[in-house]
């Protein structure tokens, strides 16, 4: 009899472990563990969530930390504020916000299989699609929006501009300008 198991999913490394990373996964995570600070505990928290792909750049993360926007352990913070293992960073992000607890400290940005070992998410689930109405989106091939279309989509998005039905117009009985009665050329 053949010591070996006939069934070729017996042999697959994630059926004996199922926790067990995935073998590039696994290189990447020794990669991004080599790459984090050596003998610091901290990392800017702008570049964290840059790093575990939470914004799509640093300067967006830095920006959303001047705005007040990213929380650490309950308090807004600066860019420059260091985040440690087991601290909660609150972001808010495109409407939603973001719940995380860091587990890994990492400084270069890493692919999405990485980043998700780097943080233990506990953010609410993103509302339903149909909860999110869009303002202003026209059915295919109906052409160009009309003035009246414009306007009616600008009511629905609350902008008021200069040229917006509540905006500023032409004074009654001035003209377009110069001397009260004076003939236009």
């Not at 050596?38 to 300067?59: E, F, N, P, Y």
């Not at 913070?77 to 495109?94: F, Q, S, Y």
């Not at 009309?146 to 032409?170: A, C, H, I």
Request: charged letters at 30%.
């Amino acid at each position: 009899m053949d010591p070996r198991p006939s069934d070729r999913k017996s042999l697959d490394p994630k059926s004996l472990d199922p926790k067990a990373p995935d073998p590039k996964v696994a290189a990447a995570i020794a990669a991004a563990e080599a790459a984090s600070p050596q003998g610091a505990s901290t990392v800017r928290v702008d570049s964290w969530i840059w790093s575990v792909r939470l914004v799509k750049t640093r300067s967006m993360g830095a920006t959303a930390c001047r705005g007040g926007h990213v929380r650490v352990n309950g308090e807004r913070v600066k860019p420059a504020h260091g985040v440690r293992v087991g601290d909660e960073v609150r972001l808010r992000h495109e409407g939603r916000e973001r719940v995380v607890v860091v587990t890994r400290l990492i400084r270069k940005r890493v692919g999405p299989p990485v980043a998700t070992q780097c943080y233990i998410d506990n953010s609410p689930p993103p509302p339903p699609r149909e909860a999110v109405a869009p303002a202003g989106i026209r059915d295919r091939g109906a052409g160009r929006p009309t003035k009246r279309d414009r306007r009616e989509m600008e009511r629905l998005r609350g902008v008021t501009g200069p040229g917006s039905v509540s905006g500023p117009g032409p004074v009654p009985g001035k003209g377009f300008g110069g001397a009260p009665g004076t003939p236009r050329p």
